[in-house]
């Protein structure tokens, strides 16, 4: 029986890497951080992870984390509703609340869960979604599981979410959703207009603050502290995996209710295991962390615009950003990915996206920067980009004299 099947899947994966999509993973024998040890032996200095305050490898949080094995054991062997709520998955949720300004948060294994599993619970065919284009792929799939009418907005598109919203006026409840930053370009979704429209026409607001939680709004309280708009977002979700300690484990925070709900009805909640109690320590101790101080969002702001300043003046095209994420132009395919594999030789870890990640002809090298970067990480970045910019013929060579 497998016979035939197998066939059919070698031709499919014969199929992916001939269209140049095939993913390779680089094995890492170190710690995640600034500076990472791959399996070749070689050291490079990372630009392409989602460790954006640097707590990945934070003695503080592994403290904690160590401190709940001894105290609360490895795992909990069950789910939240049957044996599987410890005192620290209740005083994380209720810390995420605090910091977010919002009322509940219920935790999920991943924030795939949570939005896998926050649509079906509060919204039925009567209602309707009107969805970001670029949202992550878990809204789409939670979207999907669902009954509501669908509608999309072009990117950030305020007139065609007014568009959109206009047409659904006759369903009972709207729901526009939207990332908080969208991983491709690091825009910021704005917040304040949506607010707007929502209060115009009627509609719910859900955010996933995962590339904007810890990072965005002068104190890391992601894009409702940006745009002066706590507590006017009905849903937040959001993740441990990236700002907040980079382990696992995802959350959704928001109107009382509306978690009161999402613990009776959301079946990634209903059917699958908590979080080890090791990562809610941790969890809490980031949390702790952030209360008490803003220096690791200091260093990672101060970061981007180093970044931003030195990358433009060695001549690059970027997107505008005001995320941790900086998108560098360079708009051809092959040289994303050529100019990613020079970079690596000189040390320097990014990833080059193209179409179909990414629109036609706007092929990047995404750079992510972190709080684990000192200056001269990204010095040396900016100069390996010039290095090979020159090679490839992205830079012109009087760029130099700038
Ligand atoms: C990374 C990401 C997720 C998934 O988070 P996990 O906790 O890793 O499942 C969901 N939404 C957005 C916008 C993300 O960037």
């Known amino acids: 029986m497998y016979n035939n099947f197998q066939k059919h899947l070698q031709k499919e994966l014969a199929d992916i890497r001939e269209a140049g999509l095939y993913k390779n993973e680089r094995i890492l024998t170190s710690a995640q951080g600034a500076e990472i040890k791959v399996s070749t032996g070689q050291q490079v200095i990372n630009f392409c992870a989602n460790n954006y305050l640097g707590l990945s490898n934070n003695k503080e949080l592994i403290s904690a984390a160590k401190k709940a094995l001894d105290s609360h054991g490895y795992g909990m062997s069950s789910v939240r509703f049957i044996c599987g709520t410890s005192d620290l998955h209740k005083e994380l949720e209720k810390k995420i609340a605090e910091f977010f300004g919002t009322e509940d948060t219920i935790l999920y294994a991943a924030c795939f869960d949570a939005n896998g599993g926050v649509f079906e619970p509060l919204m039925g065919e009567e209602d309707a979604i009107i969805s970001d284009s670029l949202n992550h792929a878990s809204i789409i799939d939670g979207v999907r ?188 395919a092959k040289l994303s990915q050529d100019f990613a594999a020079k970079l690596l030789e000189e040390g320097i870890y990014v990833i080059g996206f193209y179409f179909p990640v990414v629109p036609k002809e706007t092929a990047r090298i995404r750079v992510q920067l972190s709080a684990a970067h000192e200056l001269e990480h990204i010095d040396k970045c900016v100069a390996a980009f010039t290095k090979v910019g020159k090679e490839l013929g992205v830079l012109k060579m009087d760029t130099t004299l700038k």
């Open 145 to 332: 599981l669902c009954k509501a009418v669908r509608y999309r907005y072009n990117n950030a598109d305020m007139d065609d979410l007014e568009k959109q919203l206009k047409d659904a006026q006759a369903q009972r409840f709207r729901l526009i959703v939207t990332d908080g930053v969208f991983s491709m370009d690091g825009n910021v979704t704005p917040l304040d207009k949506i607010v707007a429209l929502a209060e115009k026409y009627n509609s719910l607001i859900m955010i996933d603050e995962s590339h904007s939680a810890g990072v965005v709004g002068k104190t890391g309280r992601g894009v409702t502290e940006q745009f002066n708009c706590r507590g006017k977002a009905d849903i937040i979700t959001g993740t441990l995996g990236k700002a907040f300690g980079g382990a696992i484990g995802g959350f959704t925070t928001g109107r009382k209710e509306i978690i009161e709900m999402l613990r009776q009805r959301s079946r990634p909640y209903l059917f699958s295991n908590s979080i080890p109690p090791l990562v809610a320590a941790a969890g809490i101790a980031m949390i702790d962390m952030m209360s008490r101080t803003n220096e690791l969002q200091d260093k990672l702001h101060r970061n981007v615009e180093y970044f931003m300043k030195k990358i433009k003046s060695a001549g690059f095209d970027i997107k505008p950003s005001s995320s941790a994420i900086v998108a560098v132009m360079l708009y051809d």
